[in-house]
């Protein structure tokens, strides 16, 4: 298959663009690098032995895809582009709603101009809210409780109204719980500017000596250990689901909603002394307080997966913090 892969070049788009190329598709990517740099299209050559066509574009930039779907038959779209730190989306939320909602708006058109009816898109666990109890299912309510959120929620509801209205178009919605670790290569991986937000680039950077201290966001939640719980996945392992959920757009129209997460929970803590494990360097934090919108459990029902994609996670903690760690090694 031709895949267009927008925010190709971003963390999940580039290990997903790995694989695809190494089953024998052909990736085209779209993004405009404001989150990634074009050296990741390096790491990916070294990777599989080609480089992806690349287009530095925006996804709101009608023309520029016109051209991109003039210039190539592309077959099916992997959605990744857009903005997601949850802390900026409240500061800036028009830049949010901007990017996300008119970017895949224009995509869209686009696509149903050209005859291309298929999208896997990048949604999150974000959009079960704050008010289900883990672990999630796909057919539980969902809530938003910040614009980024809430974007991920929207393009949900759109994409099945699109779907919906047009019984050609199959769209398979991807729920991601904690995406971490990077290739066992070390060639790409996650390495944020500025101070992370999220929790396991927090620790590399810790571990490397870039940041001095983390800090815990509560130890008082009713998890085991009182730390947040999460359901970290293997970004290889995430990346491998955007290929089943490919294969299984092809034979199926309509949309769904899928999550894909490893059904394990683990908390701050256990990830600190996983991570202090796998690279043996030990880490410093202090418990604050609760970082506010945090919830105390979050981690998937995986059955829905396994049913329609027969997809599973393979990859532990281990595998992530050691991946992830060699990556950061090759940072400095
Ligand atoms: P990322 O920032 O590494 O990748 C996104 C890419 O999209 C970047 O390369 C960026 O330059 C590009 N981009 C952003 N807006 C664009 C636009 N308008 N036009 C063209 N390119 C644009 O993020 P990621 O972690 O790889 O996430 C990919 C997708 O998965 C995002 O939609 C994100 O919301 C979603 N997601 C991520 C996580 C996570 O924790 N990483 C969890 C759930 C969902
Ligand atoms: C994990 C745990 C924190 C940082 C976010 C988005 C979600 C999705 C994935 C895109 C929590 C704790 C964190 C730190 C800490 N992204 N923590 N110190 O909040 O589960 O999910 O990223 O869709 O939408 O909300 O991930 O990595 O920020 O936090 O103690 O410096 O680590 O409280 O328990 P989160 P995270």
Redesign the pocket.
Known sequence: MNVLV?????????HTVVQLIEAGHTAVI???????SVK?LDGIEAICGKKPLFYK?????RAALQKIFSENKIDAVI??????AVGESVKIPLEYYH??LT?TFVLLEVMKDAGCKKMVF?????VYGMENEAPFREDMPTGATNP?GQT?RMLEQILTDVAAADPEWSVVLL??????GAHPSGLIG?N?NGIPN?LFPYIAQVAVGKLPCLSVYGNDYPTPDGTGVRDYIHVVDLANGHLKALEYAEKHTGTEAINLGTSRGTSVLELVHAFEKASGVPIRYRIVDRRPGDIAACFADTEKAKKLLGWKAEFGIEEMCRDGWNYMLRQK
């Open positions: 927008t925010g190709g070049t971003g963390f999940i788009g580039s779209v993004d405009n690098l404001c989150n990634s990741v574009a925006d996804t709101r930039d959605h990744f582009a857009g903005l997601k990017n996300n970017g990048s949604s999150s666990a974000t980024y991920k729920r991601y719980f904690n995406p971490i996650e944020p999220n």
